[in-house]
């Protein structure tokens, strides 16, 4: 259950990525109100996820989702390069957050 949560707690925190540019580039309510409801929501599932996993495991997955996730939406969403460097780096942490998962 505590891989569900940390995995949950990755998600939002790609969506809150999402609402700080939205917040960033326009400024609207509906980016405050997405940027904090995923930014508690994924808080809430680490604090959780953090009951059972060790805080190095479960903090170093966390941002290893948010942070492919969020590279992967800069590129889908937003127009961001999507130059083979960059892709071969993200793959090196998706990698790392998967090997934490196995030898956890």
């Known amino acids: 259950m505590a891989w569900l949560a940390i995995v949950g707690a990755g998600i939002c925190e790609i969506f809150g990525v999402i ?8 400024k609207g309510w509906k980016s405050y109100l997405l940027m904090a409801l995923s930014f508690i929501c994924s808080f809430t599932l680490l604090s959780y996820a953090m009951t059972s996993l060790s805080m190095g495991t479960a903090y170093a997955v966390w941002t290893g989702i948010g942070t ?3 590279a992967i939406v800069g590129m889908l969403m937003f127009g961001e390069k999507r130059e083979w460097k960059r892709m071969v780096f993200i793959s090196l942490i998706l990698v790392s957050a998967i090997g934490l998962k196995l030898i956890s």
């Open 19 to 26: 609402g700080t540019k939205g917040v960033a580039d326009h």
């Open 68 to 70: 492919v996730g969020s």
